[in-house]
């Protein structure tokens, strides 16, 4: 019972180190876009963590989501560096690889300001972040395909990312609708050969284990097939 009572001090040690470390970037009233302070060497974090990194990430990450909101002061994501934001997140990431916190700060605070370059910014840090864990990170890169899709309107860049989840999030765990989601983007392309090939290799595996699933696909697959016939002039079908 002693052994878990020995954190503790090590806790409150960490906990003072990061107010110091704050307090001392913290900046003035008239803060501005480079107000931000850039985030502190990894090493240097390290240290700091006294052992407990899981804890400094932590009270870390309360204090950039609260940064937007200072006293007297309210900075708009949009206005933020978004070089240092990305370089912070990094960090957290880097304290406590297993949070989905700083993915998720990403994606739905950082990336959804009305600024194209800065929501590619924190796609392209979320497409980078999931490849060291995809397993773990899946939820984000399929969360960029649909950002990159409806919100960017960019369909090669939804395709690459889909692609990428299909290739490296590979455990069970992972839900067969992100794994599929190249598929569809294929048939948004105009790739219907490729989608066909794909869709119907997938249902042939015998990977698909829902009935459900495997009769939406199914049907999907027809409709496909049904359109690209279609599309055949009458004088050129068999």
């Known amino acids: 019972m002693g052994s878990r009572k020995a954190p503790t001090p090590i806790f409150l040690a960490v906990a ?19 107000a931000l302070p850039a985030a502190p060497a990894a090493g240097f974090l390290r240290v700091t963590a006294l052992g407990e990194p899981i804890a400094l990430s932590q009270m ?7 940064f937007d909101n200072q006293p007297g002061v309210s900075i708009p994501f949009l206005a933020l560096d978004y070089g240092r934001v990305e370089s912070w997140l990094d960090r957290l990431l880097s304290l406590d690889p297993r949070t989905q916190y700083p993915m998720m700060m990403a994606a739905h605070f950082y990336g959804q300001v009305p600024d194209t370059t800065k929501q590619r910014q924190m796609l392209a840090f979320l497409h980078r972040r999931f490849l060291e864990d995809p397993n773990h990170r899946w939820r984000w890169l399929a969360h960029s395909v649909v950002m990159a899709k ?31 989601m190249r598929i569809f983007l294929l048939e948004d392309l105009g790739e219907m050969e490729a989608a066909n090939i794909l ?3 997938l249902l042939a595996s015998g990977e698909i284990a829902d009935e459900h699933e495997k009769r939406f696909l199914i049907q999907r697959l027809g409709a496909m097939q049904q359109g690209e016939n279609s599309s055949i002039p009458p004088n050129s079908r068999p």
């Open 60 to 66: 870390l990450t309360l204090w950039l989501q609260a």
């Open 16 to 34: 003072l180190a990061a107010q110091v470390w704050v307090g001392a970037h913290h900046p003035k009233p008239d803060a501005s876009a480079q």
């Open 199 to 201: 869709l119907g290799g």
């Open 150 to 180: 409806h919100r960017l309107k960019d369909l090669p860049l939804a395709l690459r990312y889909a692609e990428a989840l299909a290739a490296n999030a590979t455990h069970p765990s992972v839900p067969g609708w992100a794994r599929q």
